[in-house]
């Protein structure tokens, strides 16, 4: 593809998202959103057959005419296509849900990419396969059940559609930056899709076959980092791949732009050599990340986003990656004039993917606290769970555990598909790293009214306000970590809570982190390194105790009770 049909590519779908999608975003929320589906696929088809008539009659027009009017149907069907989905698919499947849209997506954007740059030496058989492909779009969207409409009031004008848009950076500034987030994955794989095989050919002199096999790598990678963030979520939202993805990405972007700037692999590259395995490697590896990052991260914006409010949400989004489109070519067209090689896009595009990764994780820091949980639940520990189920899928509920080391609530955190407030002594603060991690998850600190009666009473306010808005609340009611591994007496202030607030406790027990650098086995914690590392942790959880049946003498039973049957039978 040339730098003038890459401008027209890209100028027929970034200006329909930048300008249509608002309006699309409340058209998906005051309409049922599988009508807006079914009716935007008639005008994808239409559009696709137009084009498929222009590449068998070689006509310029009807391909023009076509292109617009897929990039039309593109804007007008993305709000729909992602907001419809929480509606369809239970909310522990929205991430593999997510993962199979994710790569289908970027699959089929790649593939037709590399499908055209063959159009000159079969443009007959690539007519027919765009038909076939709009047929089975159109038929896939009248499988579509009917949905209630989430908010009739939506408004679809431009000018209220775009002040909706702008309005969702004040109602939800973590949102927003996360929106920013997703549109720098788009804006990622447009250089990579669009910009830098002209600019590969032009300063590297790499054939078509070779800009065909980097994409096709790269699709690869998407597709099995969508397969990937399914396998390590353990069927549930896992932000913390969203960071380990950003430095995927980067690493292998960093790499490609290092062998950019020495030439690449040059025409008729041995694509079967050690040189040729890295640079595929390298793409590969490019997509793999960015599916690691955009998979929960849009997984998080489709929950968090109000269902009234959702198709807005991702029109905004859609808006925000037409902007993105459309710099990622103006930035490839500008570098390629001025003749700076392909190593300057890829090389700004790894420092602007570390950009975009701060700002939204600094605005969201629940990223980086999962980020470090999934690393000691995946690479310190193995994690298992049993009793998923016992913990409700919304409302405030209270977790009970017995606390065996200093890293009990990361592995919790990993471990439970609930966001939670952690309560925890308030000297645990005192430690460096702990301090930093404590603050960005909204750990409750506490005390004994005996040390400090002033500390015991603010916890106690901010555990009421944290169940009064339905979160999970985490204490570990022995008040101390265990000095010999066996659970210990629970104080009773958890009937003070459950008294101010009646709702459910739910027992844990934990099981195999005893012995481990973070426990005061052999006297004080964290002074023997590499003890128990990646041994076997269990998180066992009970049925919910009622509140009215509360006592925390009853609740220390039952966590004994399911720590003595793992220790016994591990």
């Not at 690493?251 to 595929?280: C, E, I, K, Q, Y």
């Not at 609740?555 to 004994?560: A, G, I, P, T």
């Amino acid at each position: 593809m040339g730098l003038l049909a890459g401008w027209a590519t890209t100028a027929a779908f970034a200006v329909p998202f930048a300008l249509l999608s608002p309006m699309a975003g409340g058209w998906a929320d005051a309409s049922d959103r599988a009508v807006v589906a079914w009716r935007t696929r008639w005008l994808a088809a239409g559009a696709a057959w137009v084009g498929a008539a222009g590449l068998w009659l070689g006509s310029g027009v009807l391909l023009g005419v076509g292109l617009a009017g897929c990039g039309l149907a593109a804007a007008a069907f993305s709000p729909a296509k992602y907001a419809v989905l929480p509606d369809l698919v239970e909310s522990d499947d929205l991430q593999l849900a997510n993962g199979w849209l994710e790569a289908s997506t970027y699959l089929g954007v790649l593939l037709g990419t590399v499908a055209g740059l063959g159009v000159d030496d079969a443009p007959g058989v690539l007519a027919g396969a765009v038909s076939v492909a709009a047929a089975l779009g159109l038929a896939a969207a009248a499988r579509m059940p009917s949905l209630a409409t989430a908010d009739p009031t939506a408004r679809t004008a431009f000018g209220p559609a775009l002040a909706e848009v702008l309005a969702e950076r004040e109602r939800d500034p973590a949102l927003w930056r996360a929106l920013l987030g997703l549109a720098w994955f788009w804006l990622a794989g447009q250089v990579v899709v669009g910009a830098f095989p002209t600019l590969a050919r032009a300063q590297l002199h790499v054939d078509d076959t070779a800009a065909a096999w980097m994409l096709l790598c790269l699709a690869v990678g998407v597709a099995a980092g969508s397969w990937a963030t399914h396998r390590l979520s353990d069927e549930r939202l896992e932000l913390g791949l969203a960071p380990l993805g950003t430095l995927v990405s980067t690493l292998f972007l960093a790499d490609v732009a290092v062998w950019a700037a020495h030439g690449g692999p040059g025409a008729g590259a041995d694509w079967l050599s050690l040189a040729g395995v890295r640079w595929s490697a390298d793409f590969a590896g490019t997509g793999f990340g960015l599916a690691l990052f955009a998979v929960p991260l849009h997984t998080w914006v489709q929950l968090r986003a109000p269902a009234a409010r959702r198709g807005r949400v991702v029109g905004a989004y859609a808006a925000l990656t037409g902007l993105a489109m459309g710099a990622a070519v103006s930035a490839g067209a500008v570098l390629l004039l001025l003749g700076a090689g392909p190593a300057w896009a890829l090389g700004g595009l790894a420092v602007g993917g570390l950009a975009v990764a701060w700002a939204t994780y600094r605005t969201a820091p629940e990223f980086l606290l999962r980020f470090w949980a999934f690393l000691l639940s995946h690479g310190l520990y193995r994690v298992s769970v049993e009793g998923h189920r016992w913990i409700p899928r919304s409302g405030p509920v209270v977790l009970v555990c017995n606390h065996v080391s200093f890293v009990d609530w990361l592995v919790i955190m990993g471990a439970v598909r609930r966001p939670a407030r952690f309560v925890m002594y308030k000297g645990f603060a005192g430690i460096p790293v702990a301090r930093v991690l404590f603050r960005h998850a909204g750990v409750i600190p506490i005390a004994s009214a005996k040390e400090d009666a002033n500390a015991l009473d603010q916890a106690m306010a901010l555990i009421h306000e944290a169940l009064a808005a339905g979160e999970v609340v985490v204490i570990f009611p022995e008040g101390a970590l265990t000095p010999d591994g066996q659970v210990r007496t629970f104080r009773p202030g958890i009937e003070r809570i459950v008294a101010r607030d009646p709702v459910p406790v739910v027992p844990m027990a934990l099981n195999g982190l005893w012995g481990g650098f973070f426990t005061r086995k052999d006297g004080q914690a964290m002074k023997r390194p590499f003890r128990r590392v990646w041994s076997r942790v269990w998180l066992t959880i009970a049925p919910p105790v009622p509140a009215a049946d509360v006592r925390a003498v009853d609740l220390e039973e039952r966590v004994r009770l399911l720590w003595s049957r793992r220790a016994h039978h591990p």
